[in-house]
Nanobody, 124 residues
Framework: QVQLVESGGGLVQAGGSLRLSCAASLRTLSTYAMGWFRQAPGKEREFVAAISRSGSSTYYTDSVKGRFTISRDNAKNTVYLQMNSLTPEDTAVYYC?????????????????WGQGTQVTVSS
């Protein structure tokens, strides 16, 4: 059973930054695509960012391009989401995601596994 544990969420003012982390209970993270999704109150869960198994390819939803950066450290079984220039529209529960296929496929149809989520709140 795969477990994904997010951390790093919290309350930040608009324009601020946060870094989310996701630790995976796996022996070999490098065999999986990883990503982040988010769900704002009253809205559907949406794709935010994804990273390929090696980390050589990354994908972002348009609204976060240039502000968010996804990265991974396979030796630490951890994936990160650096979030800069945050706005109130970024307020949501952020979910770590893991998929056995590709980052692009996960971005389109959702992942095989979800984390429990971490709250990010951006005040104006």
């Amino acid at each position: 059973q795969v477990q994904l544990v997010e951390s790093g969420g919290g309350l930040v003012q608009a324009g601020g930054s946060l870094r989310l982390s996701c630790a995976a209970s796996l022996r070999t993270l490098s065999t999986y695509a990883m990503g982040w999704f988010r769900q704002a109150p009253g809205k559907e869960r949406e794709f935010v960012a994804a990273i390929s198994r090696s980390g050589s390819s990354t994908y972002y939803t348009d609204s976060v391009k240039g502000r968010f950066t996804i990265s991974r450290d396979n030796a630490k079984n951890t994936v990160y989401l650096q979030m800069n220039s945050l706005t109130p529209e970024d307020t949501a529960v952020y979910y770590c995601a893991l998929d056995r296929t590709t980052a692009q496929a996960m971005a389109f149809r959702g992942p095989d596994y979800w984390g429990q989520g971490t709250q990010v709140t951006v005040s104006s």
